[in-house]
């Protein structure tokens, strides 16, 4: 869902991920859920994922448009 969601914000729906095999110390599967923190501190987002997704896909363009990148290797 997050990689779809990330793709759509970035103009590339058909983007799809290449999963390179996990190191021995990656957690094999992950699952987030906020429904913890609701019922303990009521807590709620402000920013739903789609808007959240789309807003960060938007720094991120502007910021490495705007700002030399450079990359070291040792």
Same mark, same amino acid.
């Given at each position: !869902?997050?990689? @779809?969601?990330? *793709? ?6 058909? %983007?799809?991920?290449?999963? $390179? ?13 906020? !429904?913890?923190? @609701?019922?303990? *501190? ?6 739903? %994922?789609?808007?959240?997704? $789309? ?20």
């Amino acid at each position: !869902e997050v990689m @779809k969601t990330v *793709a759509r914000a970035m103009g590339k729906p058909h %983007l799809k991920p290449v999963l $390179a095999k996990g190191k021995m110390a990656e957690i094999p599967s992950q699952h987030l859920s906020s !429904e913890k923190i @609701k019922k303990m *501190a009521g807590w709620q987002p402000q920013i739903d %994922l789609i808007d959240g997704t $789309a807003r960060t896909v938007s720094w991120y363009t502007d910021f490495f448009k705007n700002n030399e990148i450079r990359v070291f290797n040792d």
